[in-house]
């Protein structure tokens, strides 16, 4: 009887389930949105209980549309929105507020403070991260000091706070396991990533007990079986990984110095760096990528905030177009943008500026300036963001880049894959996985029940090389440059 692999990849935008066979070959696929919160600006948020249930549907459904047995399924990986935080009754399971997302600025004037009381440096060298409100740890202090609930649970000792893989595993297992994996710690900022443990010295600081966080374990291996009441049988629970992390494992980035870009909601770039922790000399977070047993592996990451989100922006609040092939035929129908440029700083900018502050800013517009123009602009600074980590990624190793690999619904843009590889001057290997995320958490998955994964390259991979000139290419992105000195510090 065949045996599959199930990958649980809870989004910012949506919730998916990904079967896959045990050459991880796919087979399957369910996916539900999940609905956007704002309830003021700069706030985003989700519902808990809807961010389970969408889960928990497309698990079902992607069982239903592979036409298997449930006890086909070898072992489940699970990877998840980062950052994001879920807060809940230990008694009944019931979350007391809605889950704060990555993309929330509503801690964002609490972390300027907080940089200048425990010191920029000091917090990236036990955490590899800046200090902004995208992290974990500002937004459980918001909820601790803002949500009645919270502080009654607490005196109870009866709160639970975690990122959605915790959420996700708490309800799978009926509250038997209360657990994160290493990756998804290393991104709250209280989790000191040279040590391995919760930080005392930064719990202390922002006020939070060590008791309502959840046990940090491997992201490959087994850590528990979901509950007979979920599924009708036990399945065995062996990867978990934060998105991004499971995306550069899902590439087979298992060499230092390979890297990856996904472009997801937002954009992220990760490059291996081996076994041991470094610090960027250039604004770059330094993140773990994976843990298994004695073998620990880093990462250094630059990470843009708005990538597939400002397309969507395009597409739902302007109404420029259709679909994302509409899109793409649009970009690709003008020359140029001629002279136009989108900085989608929604909700600040990330890597390497890091500027809660910065807004988006649209320039350059003219009398001839159509949809088209600001759809190609907008593609266009998605390559741009990736050119600005990939310098910044250069001058931290002192390699220049000889290739990346990207994943992630935009990626699959012709005109992205080809602008990215003009700007960056490099191939782009496209990955031949639609959905790279869960197949990373699958292939930890099946190392977690004890296969052996080898480390060549999947075949099939299709790449892009430059054809514009270089000598374009630095006119067009020093203007890049310039555009984003304008949305800078604007809130």
């Given at each position: 009887?065949?045996?599959?692999?199930?990958?649980?990849?809870?989004?910012?935008?949506?919730?998916?389930?990904?079967?896959?066979?045990?050459?991880?070959?796919?087979?399957?696929?369910?996916?539900?949105?999940?609905?956007?919160?704002?309830?003021?600006?700069?706030?985003?948020?989700?519902?808990?209980?809807?961010?389970?249930?969408?889960?928990?549907?497309?698990?079902?459904?992607?069982?239903?549309?592979?036409?298997?047995?449930?006890?086909?399924?070898?072992?489940?990986?699970?990877?998840?929105?980062?950052?994001?935080?879920?807060?809940?009754?230990?008694?009944?399971?019931?979350?007391?507020?809605?889950?704060?997302?990555?993309?929330?600025?509503?801690?964002?004037?609490?972390?300027?403070?907080?940089?200048?009381?425990?010191?920029?440096?000091?917090?990236?060298?036990?955490?590899?991260?800046?200090?902004?409100?995208?992290?974990?740890?500002?937004?459980?202090?918001?909820?601790?000091?803002?949500?009645?609930?919270?502080?009654?649970?607490?005196?109870?000792?009866?709160?639970?706070?975690?990122?959605?893989?915790?959420?996700?595993?708490?309800?799978?297992?009926?509250?038997?396991?209360?657990?994160?994996?290493?990756?998804?710690?290393?991104?709250?900022?209280?989790?000191?990533?040279?040590?391995?443990?919760?930080?005392?010295?930064?719990?202390?600081?922002?006020?939070?007990?060590?008791?309502?966080?959840?046990?940090?374990?491997?992201?490959?291996?087994?850590?528990?079986?979901?509950?007979?009441?979920?599924?009708?049988?036990?399945?065995?629970?062996?990867?978990?990984?934060?998105?991004?992390?499971?995306?550069?494992?899902?590439?087979?980035?298992?060499?230092?110095?390979m890297m990856k870009n996904t472009f997801g909601t937002g954009c992220f770039l990760l490059q291996h760096i081996g076994n041991e922790f470094k610090l960027s000399e250039n604004k770059l977070l330094t993140t773990i990528a994976w843990k298994r047993g004695e073998e620990l592996a880093y990462a250094l990451e630059g990470s843009v905030f708005n990538a597939g989100s400002a397309l969507k922006w395009l597409k739902e609040n302007l109404q420029l177009f259709a679909d994302y092939a509409e899109a793409d035929e649009l970009a690709a129908s003008v020359s140029s943008t001629d002279n136009?440029?989108?900085?989608?700083?929604?909700?600040?900018?990330?890597?390497?500026?890091?500027?809660?502050?910065?807004?988006?800013?649209?320039?350059?517009?003219?009398?001839?300036?159509?949809?088209?123009?600001?759809?190609?602009?907008?593609?266009?600074?998605?390559?741009?963001?990736?050119?600005?980590?990939?310098?910044?990624?250069?001058?931290?190793?002192?390699?220049?880049?000889?290739?990346?690999?990207?994943?992630?619904?935009?990626?699959?843009?012709?005109?992205?894959?080809?602008?990215?590889?003009?700007?960056?001057?490099?191939?782009?290997?496209?990955?031949?996985?639609?959905?790279?995320?869960?197949?990373?958490?699958?292939?930890?998955?099946?190392?977690?029940?004890?296969?052996?994964?080898?480390?060549?390259?999947?075949?099939?991979?299709?790449?892009?090389?430059?054809?514009?000139?270089?000598?374009?290419?630095?006119?067009?992105?020093?203007?890049?440059?310039?555009?984003?000195?304008?949305?800078?510090?604007?809130?």
């Amino acid at each position: 009887m065949s045996k599959f692999f199930l990958a649980l990849d809870q989004g910012t935008t949506s919730s998916r389930a990904i079967l896959y066979d045990q050459s991880f070959n796919f087979i399957a696929k369910a996916q539900l949105d999940i609905t956007q919160y704002y309830p003021q600006e700069g706030w985003v948020e989700h519902n808990p209980a809807e961010i389970w249930e969408t889960q928990l549907s497309c698990c079902t459904l992607v069982i239903q549309k592979a036409n298997i047995k449930v006890d086909q399924i070898s072992a489940m990986g699970i990877t998840n929105q980062r950052e994001t935080i879920v807060a809940w009754n230990k008694a009944d399971g019931c979350p007391i507020y809605n889950a704060i997302v990555w993309q929330d600025r509503r801690t964002a004037s609490d972390c300027m403070q907080d940089a200048e009381l425990i010191g920029l440096e000091n917090n990236r060298w036990k955490t590899g991260l800046n200090l902004d409100a995208y992290f974990s740890a500002p937004k459980i202090r918001w909820i601790l000091e803002n949500v009645a609930q919270a502080k009654e649970l607490l005196s109870d000792n009866s709160l639970c706070i975690g990122t959605v893989d915790s959420w996700l595993i708490w309800n799978l297992t009926k509250g038997k396991l209360f657990i994160t994996d290493i990756t998804n710690a290393s991104r709250t900022n209280i989790f000191n990533i040279q040590t391995l443990t919760w930080d005392h010295d930064l719990l202390d600081y922002y006020k939070i007990p060590c008791s309502i966080l959840p046990e940090v374990v491997d992201s490959i291996g087994f850590v528990g079986n979901t509950s007979i009441d979920v599924f009708g049988i036990a399945i065995p629970i062996a990867g978990i990984a934060g998105d991004q992390q499971a995306a550069l494992f899902g590439h087979r980035c298992f060499k230092k110095g390979m890297m990856k870009n996904t472009f997801g909601t937002g954009c992220f770039l990760l490059q291996h760096i081996g076994n041991e922790f470094k610090l960027s000399e250039n604004k770059l977070l330094t993140t773990i990528a994976w843990k298994r047993g004695e073998e620990l592996a880093y990462a250094l990451e630059g990470s843009v905030f708005n990538a597939g989100s400002a397309l969507k922006w395009l597409k739902e609040n302007l109404q420029l177009f259709a679909d994302y092939a509409e899109a793409d035929e649009l970009a690709a129908s003008v020359s140029s943008t001629d002279n136009v440029y989108l900085v989608p700083a929604f909700t600040g900018l990330g890597a390497p500026y890091w500027d809660m502050h910065a807004r988006g800013a649209l320039l350059g517009l003219n009398r001839n300036t159509n949809r088209a123009h600001i759809i190609r602009a907008t593609f266009e600074s998605l390559a741009f963001q990736c050119r600005d980590i990939v310098e910044t990624l250069a001058r931290d190793s002192g390699v220049p880049i000889q290739s990346l690999q990207i994943d992630g619904g935009v990626s699959k843009s012709p005109f992205l894959q080809q602008f990215l590889a003009d700007v960056l001057q490099t191939k782009i290997l496209v990955s031949p996985s639609k959905e790279c995320t869960a197949l990373g958490v699958a292939m930890m998955a099946a190392e977690g029940i004890g296969m052996n994964l080898d480390d060549e390259e999947r075949r099939g991979t299709q790449f892009k090389i430059p054809i514009m000139p270089a000598q374009q290419v630095e006119i067009i992105y020093s203007k890049w440059k310039k555009a984003v000195e304008r949305s800078k510090g604007w809130a």
